[in-house]
C-alpha cells in the first residue's frame, strides 16, 4: 500500500551532516532550496513542489540540510519570524496533499516536521541558554550547557478493533459530520506499543483486547508523529466512550465499511480520506 508522506526520493546522506566540509561543499549555487509559505508548501502550475536557490533564503535564517538529490544538496529554510504549529493540517495542506506526487508530498512532510521543530526548539529545555543548529539541522547545540537536542517524533498507536466481524471505529468532535475513523492515542513513557493500544481502546471505549499485532506505520507532519497502524480483536463489544476523547463510537460490519469506502453517500458513515493511514487500515482489513 501506497502511504502518504513516506517513500521521499532524498538521499538522507547522513555521512555528510557530519562533515562540515562536505556539507559547506554542497552549499553552492547548484543547491535547491525549498520553498515554504511558513510551514506550507508552495506548489507550482505543474502541481509540484517549487525550489528556489540559496540565494532566495534570508541571510538570517537557518538552513537545515534535507539531503541530496541529482548531485545537488537540498535545504530548507528556519526563518527568524517562524514560531511553529503545532495544529493538524490546515485547508492548504490538504489541497496539497491531493495535489502533489507521493514523492513530493513525502519530501515536504520530512522538511516540514524539521523546519518546525527547528522553530520550537531555539532555547535549551536544561538551561534556558540560545540554540545553535548543528549537523546540517539534524541537532541544536547549547552554547550554556552544551546539551545535544534532536529532532522528536512522536509515537502514535492507530488501531482497528474487530469483534465477530464488526469493527470499532470512533468519531472526535472536531471531524467533519458522519465522519469515523479508527481509536488513535500516543504512546506513553515506560509502554510497548501493545500495551498502548490495549490501554487506548480501553480508556476511549471501555473495552478490553487481545492479543495486538502490527499493520503499517506513517509519518505524519503535524508536527512530527508515527502512526503506527495496528490491529487487535475485542474481548466483548461492550462499549463505555470517554465523552472527553471521542463524540461518539459505535461497531460497523464489514457492509457498512466497504460502502463509505467506496464514497456511498446513504451509508452509514463517511471513511477518513485516502492520505490518512486509517483509510489504509480499513481497506487492509476489508482485503482481508
Not at 529545555?125 to 517524533?153: D, I, M, N, Y
Amino acid at each position: 500500500m501506497k502511504i502518504a508522506f513516506a517513500g521521499s526520493q532524498i538521499d538522507r546522506s547522513d555521512h555528510i551532516r557530519s562533515d562540515p566540509a562536505a556539507l559547506e561543499g554542497l552549499m553552492n549555487w547548484r543547491a535547491r532550496l525549498l520553498r515554504l509559505d511558513g510551514l506550507d508548501p508552495v506548489i507550482s502550475p505543474e502541481s509540484t513542489l517549487e525550489w528556489g536557490t540559496l540565494a532566495d533564503a534570508d541571510p538570517a535564517s537557518e538552513l537545515v540540510f534535507l539531503g541530496v538529490a541529482d548531485e545537488r544538496g537540498c535545504f530548507a529554510e528556519v526563518q527568524t519570524k517562524l514560531q511553529g504549529s503545532v495544529s493538524p493540517a490546515g485547508p492548504r495542506v490538504w489541497a496539497a496533499m491531493a495535489a502533489l506526487s507521493p514523492e513530493d508530498l513525502a519530501t515536504y512532510g520530512g522538511a516540514r516536521s524539521l523546519v518546525d521543530w527547528h522553530a520550537r526548539h531555539r532555547f535549551c529545555a536544561r538551561c534556558g541558554a540560545a540554540t545553535t543548529l548543528a549537523k546540517g539541522g539534524w541537532q541544536r547545540s547549547c552554547g550554556g550547557c552544551g546539551a545535544e537536542h534532536f529532532p522528536r517524533v512522536d509515537p502514535v498507536t492507530i488501531m482497528l478493533v474487530e469483534h465477530d466481524g464488526r469493527l470499532l471505529l470512533g468519531r472526535q468532535p472536531r471531524f467533519p459530520p458522519r465522519r469515523f475513523s479508527a481509536l488513535a492515542g500516543f504512546v506513553e513513557p515506560g509502554e510497548s506499543i501493545e500495551e498502548a493500544v490495549a490501554r487506548e481502546v480501553l480508556e476511549e471505549a471501555g473495552v478490553k483486547v487481545g492479543p495486538v499485532s502490527y499493520v503499517v506505520s506513517q509519518p505524519w507532519p503535524f508536527p512530527s508523529s508515527l502512526m503506527i497502524g495496528c490491529y487487535a480483536q475485542a474481548l466483548d463489544d461492550q462499549l463505555t466512550i470517554d465523552t472527553t476523547e471521542l463524540e461518539e463510537a459505535d461497531w460497523f460490519t464489514a457492509e457498512e465499511v466497504a460502502a463509505a469506502m467506496a464514497g456511498d453517500e446513504d451509508g452509514r458513515f463517511i471513511a477518513p480520506p485516502p492520505h490518512a493511514i486509517a483509510h489504509h487500515l480499513l481497506q487492509w482489513w476489508l482485503d482481508r
